[in-house]
């Protein structure tokens, strides 16, 4: 039988997106602002990003490199 996925493993916060993109906050939002990069909003500051919406915005983006 296959064990329940973990909640923290496809949810993350603020401050691990951004070490896990290599990113600033400045960056974030204008990704957000201008790209539609995909969050949660919680409250009015307080923000989460599910992994898989983070990778299916990624994947519409992918540019191949030949």
Do not use: C, H, N
């Amino acid at each position: 039988m296959q064990e329940p996925q973990r909640l923290e493993d496809s949810v993350y916060s603020e401050g691990a997106l951004l070490e896990l993109l290599g990113i600033d906050q400045k960056t974030l939002d204008m990704l957000r602002r201008e790209q539609d990069f995909p969050f949660v909003r919680l409250t009015t500051r307080a923000r989460v990003y599910l992994a898989d919406e983070i990778l299916a915005w990624l994947k519409q983006r992918r540019v191949d490199g030949r």
